[in-house]
C-alpha cells in the first residue's frame, strides 16, 4: 500500500538538457579513436600480422645467417635491417592499407562513416594516424630483432631516418587509398600482394639497387628502392639521398592529386 502524499518521481532530463547531448566530440578526438580502432584491427589480424611483422621479421633473420643475396660491401645486417624496415613501411602503409580499405569500401563502411560526424578528411586522417601507430610497433619489433643480430646504427642516421619513413609512409599510403578507390576490392588484393611481391624480388627495397644490374635506374625511381637506399644511406653513411627524398616526394604527391581526384567512397 503506498502513501498518497508520496511525492513523484523526479523527470528524467531530456537529451536538451544533458550537457553535451548531440555535439558530436572535438574533431582531434574522433581521429585518435578512429585511429586507435584501426590500428587495433590491423594488430588482431593475423593475416596483417603474417604481413608487416612475421614475414620481414623471417627475412631479416635470413638475410643476416646467410651469404645470399649479396647485399654489397658493408655488413650484412647493417644493410639487412633497414632494407626490412622500408619492406615494413611498404607492407603496412601500401599493401594492408589497400586491401582494407578496399574491403571497406565494398562493404559500405566507408560511405557509412562519411556521413558521419568523423567526415571523410577524419577518416582519412584516423587512418594514416593508425598506420602509424603499426609501423611504431614495427620499428620497435624488427628494430629490436636487428639489435639482437647484431645491428648498431648512429644516432644520427636513425634521426634521418624517421622523416625519411615518414615521407616513404606518405607515398606508399597515398598509392594505397588509389588502388582501393578505384578497383574492385578482389582486384585490390590481387594487385596489392603481387605489387609487394614485385617490389621485394625487384624494387630496390631490400635488395640494393645496385646489386640489380641494369635495372637499378628503374628501382631507384621506384618508391620502393627510393625508401630503401634512403633509409640505408642514412642508417649506414649518415647522411640524406637528396635523390631518393625527390622521388619519394614525387610519387607522394602526384598519387596524392590522384587519390583527390579519382577516389570513389562506393
Do not use: H
Not at 643476416?64 to 647493417?78: E, F, Y
Not at 592499407?97 to 556521413?115: C, E, S
Amino acid at each position: 500500500m503506498t502513501s498518497s502524499s508520496a511525492s513523484p518521481a523526479a523527470p528524467l532530463p531530456t537529451p536538451s538538457l544533458v550537457p553535451g547531448a548531440g555535439r558530436a566530440a572535438p574533431a582531434s578526438r574522433r581521429v585518435v579513436a578512429q585511429a586507435r580502432f584501426d590500428a587495433g584491427v590491423m594488430l588482431r589480424n593475423g593475416e596483417q600480422l603474417l604481413l608487416t611483422l612475421i614475414l620481414p621479421a623471417l627475412l631479416l633473420v635470413g638475410l643476416a645467417v646467410t651469404s645470399v643475396p649479396d647485399l654489397g660491401p658493408q655488413q650484412r645486417i647493417d644493410l639487412a635491417a633497414p632494407g626490412v624496415l622500408a619492406l615494413a613501411v611498404m607492407s603496412t602503409a601500401f599493401t594492408g592499407q589497400a586491401i582494407g580499405t578496399g574491403f571497406d569500401r565494398r562493404y559500405g563502411v566507408l560511405r557509412l562513416l562519411a556521413t558521419t560526424p568523423l567526415g571523410r578528411g577524419g577518416l582519412l586522417a584516423g587512418r594514416i594516424l593508425a598506420v602509424l601507430v603499426v609501423e611504431a610497433v614495427q620499428a620497435v619489433v624488427l628494430g629490436g630483432l636487428a639489435l639482437g643480430l647484431g645491428w648498431r646504427p648512429g644516432p644520427v642516421g636513425l634521426l634521418l631516418a624517421l622523416p625519411l619513413a615518414v615521407l616513404g609512409t606518405a607515398a606508399f599510403a597515398a598509392l594505397g587509398l588509389l588502388l582501393a578507390g578505384t578497383l574492385r576490392a578482389e582486384a585490390v588484393l590481387a594487385a596489392a600482394n603481387l605489387a609487394w611481391v614485385l617490389l621485394l624480388v625487384g624494387g630496390g627495397v631490400v635488395l640494393p639497387a645496385d646489386r640489380l644490374g641494369g635495372w637499378a635506374p628503374v628501382a631507384r625511381a621506384l618508391p620502393s628502392g627510393a625508401l630503401g637506399d634512403a633509409l640505408r644511406t642514412a642508417t649506414v653513411e649518415g647522411r640524406v639521398s637528396w635523390a631518393a627524398v625527390l622521388v619519394l616526394g614525387a610519387w607522394a604527391g602526384v598519387a596524392a592529386a590522384l587519390v583527390t581526384r579519382f577516389f570513389r567512397w562506393d
